[in-house]
């Protein structure tokens, strides 16, 4: 065989194969139109007490971090940190929000906002459960908004 594997691929290496793979998924699933979004809980004085950050692909919003500082916790500041990124996302065209959280970490908190377990993978790490977590915003593309008077009629 002529083909040896390396076990060190080159940062430039990587980006050589992600744009491989894009080039591969363009027919399927068209441009990825990859962004990234970063919010920041700070106070007056520009000190950092929580964070979201996450990046959109396709129509997808993915939440890689929603941290707030533990004096901070059970005050509002993480529902207000996730509504605003779910409204940058839908300001966006997401169609849909998902994320991983710990048995030990928020799965309670994305439940009560609205997302749904819709995978767990167990003893990760070992003795907890790791779940993807889900929502879908109901945001349509090239369809107006629902109307917000209470005839029902849009």
Not at 25 to 41: D, H, K, W
Not at 130 to 144: H, I, S, T
């Amino acid at each position: 065989m002529p083909y040896v594997i390396h076990n060190d691929l080159a940062k430039e290496e990587e980006l050589v194969a992600r744009e491989k793979l894009t080039e591969f998924n363009l027919p399927f699933a068209g441009p990825p139109n990859f962004s990234e979004v970063g919010l920041a809980l700070r106070d007056k004085a520009g000190a950092l007490h929580g964070a979201l950050y996450g990046s959109i692909v396709w129509d997808w919003f993915h939440i890689n971090v929603l941290w707030v500082a533990e004096q901070l916790r059970g005050k509002g500041h993480g529902g207000m940190l996730l509504q605003h990124g779910e409204k940058v996302a839908a300001e966006r065209d997401c169609r849909y929000i998902k994320l991983h959280t710990f048995s030990f970490q928020a799965r309670p908190f994305y439940e009560a906002h609205g997302y749904q377990v819709i995978a767990e993978t167990r003893e990760f790490p070992p003795g907890h459960a790791q779940y993807l977590m889900f929502k879908d915003l109901g945001v349509r593309k090239n369809q107006p908004p629902a109307s917000s008077d209470d005839s029902g009629h849009p």
